[in-house]
């Protein structure tokens, strides 16, 4: 008989909303919000396995708002002979209860996963409470395990033949519930920003999908699943032009299948390419400003971009139609009070519709955890702290508690922000 | 705000929150500050062109009375339902 896998989104920890596929999957946990996003993996690991003939459900206790017992509850209730859990950063202890119990409550085989898993240190703690353990671009492994392989000896690896990624079924779930439905049409980024998970878990090495799949992936969104909108999860979508006019063409081609946002850097867009991104239904861009700092973005690796630049690639995206989403990381190293101060003024100034604003974090693998460790910075050890609305390191000038004074300074006074109006 | 609240003289306009596109003769329409996305097709999405040109709330009412084969009161009554979900949903406001 073949293997019944249970895929399973752990609770949010009390007082939070996990997102599991932020950070390059390292995960963020939000103190308030009210979006609920899937975690993509785990649907492609789902998918791979119904795709291959095998038998795969998913339990999102995210979107349920389940507690740690309705979970496991719901997890037995589906009678499986292997379990898998998807756990992150900051949720690991937590993800390992669950593990405990249901170990205790039904005979299945538990399995954890997460990227934060290929430090040995974390592995070692997930050991004791579960059967197997693992590590890197998951997905592919399940369907190497379900073909009766080791986990020890699962592959668990994309390669470069990412047309192997399956159309994720949504109806696993209710998935209308979610806030929108995510997808990925490349992984890895070269850009080496020090701040950034993304090149630690996916690699610094850029890989794609093809165009055509992309398109038939957008296509059955609509068709298949009656959705308008989805968000794609690439590190830097635009990090090649060429690829990204010939995907934007081929979209134009299929009439436009669905709208679209993604995530990208501001050196990689120009008014013509924007214009086309807009033309093949791109609604939404997400951008790093990061910081204004010189000092904090060379410390980073990051090219320094004039606040002019930013303020004139933002009104490109605007002119276009699209909304614009900034994204802020208050407390890096070189930041001071006073350039903190006019990060946060400029975020208003330049009154995008959106801005996310984050705290520093010393996510396991980045140049900044690196430097943090060797300067001594990092005052929670702890990965239960590890997400960027919690302090979890301090820099030269500024302590903890003063970014997270910043970060709180900064939501507030965002919040209070008059509109902008999109023209 | 429901529809008896809405005067047939008012303006309404897309909230500056959300961007939108009109794809296979639907308008999708996200909003920024929930992330949530709305679509509306055929009479709806009329509607939401209408909304656009700012025309008031009357004289959308009787564009649509132009374009569809309805009597006048089921057009009206429909309008005013639809710019009132959209007002509750933030993605119009009074221009």
Known sequence: MKDRFVFVDPPSPPGFVSFKHSHGGYGEFCRESRLRIPTLDLFHGASLLLDNGFSAEIVDSVLEGHSLAQSADEVVRRKPSVVVI????????????????????CGAQIIIYGPQLAAESERAKAREAVDAVVAGDAPAAFLDIARGKTPK??????????????????????????????????????LGCGYCSYPVTQGARWKTRSIGS?????????????????????????????????????????????????????????????????????????????????????LMNRPVFSPEVIKAKAACLKKNRMLAYALYIIGLPGETRKSTRELIDFALELGTEAASFSMATPFPGTALERLGRARGWISAPDPRRLTSSVPSMRNADLSAGEIEEFYLEAKLRWGQRKQPALT | MSRATLSKNQVFKHAGRVAWRKVADEAVILDVETAAYFSLDGVGLRIWELIGEKRTVEEISRELTKEYDAPAETIRRDCEELIGRLRKEKIVEPA
């Open chain 1, 86 to 105: 998807r756990t992150a950063c900051a949720s690991l202890p937590r993800d390992l209860e669950l593990a405990q119990n249901l170990r205790k409550r």
């Open chain 1, 153 to 190: 000896e699962a592959s668990g690896v994309w390669g470069d033949n990412l047309d192997a990624v399956p159309i994720p079924r949504w109806d696993l779930v209710d998935y209308k519930r979610y806030t929108y439905v995510t997808s990925q049409t490349s992984w890895g980024c070269p």
């Open chain 1, 214 to 298: 992309v398109v038939r992936e957008f296509s059955a969104l609509r068709d298949r699943y009656r959705l308008r909108y989805v968000q794609l999860r690439d590190p830097e979508f635009t990090f090649n032009r060429r690829r990204t006019v010939d995907l934007c063409t081929a979209l134009i081609e299929a009439g436009v299948p669905i709208t679209w946002g993604c995530d990208t850097r501001l050196d990689t867009l120009d008014e013509e390419l924007i214009e086309l991104m807009a033309k093949a239904g791109c609604l939404r861009v997400t951008f790093g400003v990061e910081s204004l700092n010189p000092q904090a973005l060379r």
